[in-house]
C-alpha cells in the first residue's frame, strides 16, 4: 500500500503472522531507506519476513546466500576472464567487448532493476568478519564502480533490504550504525496459534491446544541445547495429522518427537529423564 506521502506501507501479507514491533520496523526501514537487519533464534521466520514484504508490496524478490566462502565483490560483479580466455582462444565471439563477460550479482541486479524490488541478503554472519564491511558504501551510496569497463552502477530504485543474522559472529559497530534493527522475539502461545492456523486453516481446536501445550512444555527445558522452534512445530503438526494421532496422546506421549528434538542429547534426555511413551 502507498500512502499519501508516498511511501510504501507494509501491513503483512496472508502467509505470514506479523507482531506489530516488526511491523513497525519494516516501515521505519521503508521510510528512512536503511537496510533491516533481522536476528532471532532460527526458525522465528527471519528469512520469510522478506518473502512476505516482497508478497505484501507487490514487488519482487531477490535473494542473496551467503555463505562461509562468499566474498562482497560476488554481489556486486564477476568478471568471467575464463569465459574470455576460451573464446580469444577459440574465436565465435569479439572479445574486445569486455561488458558482455561482465556478470552483475544480487546486489547489482537490484540496482539495475526497473522497479523497487526486495533485496534479502541471507545469514550475513555466516561470512568473514570483512564482509559487511566491504559492503557499506555499496549500501550507503547506492552504486559501485565497473573498473574494466569504465562504469558506475548506480540504483534505478533503492531497493528494500532485509538482512538476517543468526548471530553467530559479531558484526562490525560502522555496520550496525546503517541498519535498522529488529530481533524477533519467540511467539508466546497465542501468536503461536495464529501462525499454526495459517498453514493448517482446517486443524481442530482440540489437537491445536494440545500440540501447543507439548510444544511450550518441551521449550521449558533448560538442560536441551537446541529447543524446538517454530518449524519445527509446523513440521511435527504436518507429521500429527498425517499420522492421525488423536488429541488426547499429543501432550501424553509427544508423539514423534525425533520432529522436535534435533540434537542426540536433547533425544537421550527426553527419553531417559521424561519417562514418556512415544511413537517412533
Excluded at 50 to 66: D, E, P, Q, T, Y
Excluded at 80 to 91: A, E, I
Aim: glycine fraction near 6%; proline fraction near 5%; charge should be negative.
Amino acid at each position: 500500500m502507498v500512502t499519501n506521502d508516498g511511501f510504501d506501507r507494509f501491513s503483512g501479507s496472508p502467509d505470514y503472522v506479523i507482531s506489530e514491533p516488526l511491523k513497525n520496523a519494516v516501515n521505519v526501514t521503508i521510510a528512512l531507506e536503511r537496510p533491516l537487519l533481522i536476528r532471532g533464534e532460527p526458525g522465528t521466520g527471519k528469512t520469510l519476513l522478506a518473502h512476505s514484504i516482497a508478497n505484501g508490496l507487490g514487488k519482487r524478490l531477490i535473494i542473496w546466500n551467503i555463505k562461509s566462502t562468499t566474498k562482497a565483490q560476488e554481489g556486486l560483479y564477476v568478471y568471467d576472464t575464463v569465459q574470455r580466455l576460451n573464446d580469444s582462444r577459440f574465436g565465435g565471439s569479439d572479445v574486445s567487448d569486455i561488458k558482455q563477460y561482465i556478470k552483475l550479482g544480487k546486489l547489482g541486479q537490484a540496482f539495475v532493476s526497473p522497479e523497487q524490488v526486495v533485496l534479502l541478503i541471507d545469514e550475513i554472519d555466516k561470512a568473514d568478519l570483512e564482509f559487511p564491511n566491504d559492503l557499506l558504501n555499496e549500501l550507503e551510496e547506492m552504486s559501485f564502480y565497473i573498473p574494466e569497463t569504465n562504469e558506475t552502477i548506480t540504483a534505478i530504485h533503492r531497493p528494500i533490504v532485509v538482512i538476517t543474522s543468526n548471530a553467530e559472529k559479531e558484526l562490525p559497530d560502522a555496520f550496525l550504525r546503517r541498519c535498522i534493527f529488529h530481533y524477533i522475539e519467540f511467539p508466546h502461545s497465542e501468536l503461536m496459534e495464529e501462525i499454526v492456523r495459517v498453514h493448517f486453516p482446517n486443524i481442530k481446536d482440540s489437537l491445536l491446544h494440545e500440540a501447543l501445550k507439548a510444544f511450550y512444555k518441551l521449550r521449558e527445558i533448560d538442560d536441551f541445547r537446541k529447543k524446538p522452534s517454530t518449524s519445527e512445530l509446523i513440521d511435527w503438526i504436518r507429521a500429527l495429522i498425517a499420522g492421525g494421532i488423536p488429541h488426547d496422546k499429543v501432550s501424553s506421549e509427544i508423539p514423534f518427537v525425533g520432529t522436535l528434538l534435533k540434537k542426540e542429547t536433547d533425544y537421550d534426555y527426553f527419553v531417559a529423564r521424561m519417562g514418556r511413551k512415544y511413537y517412533r
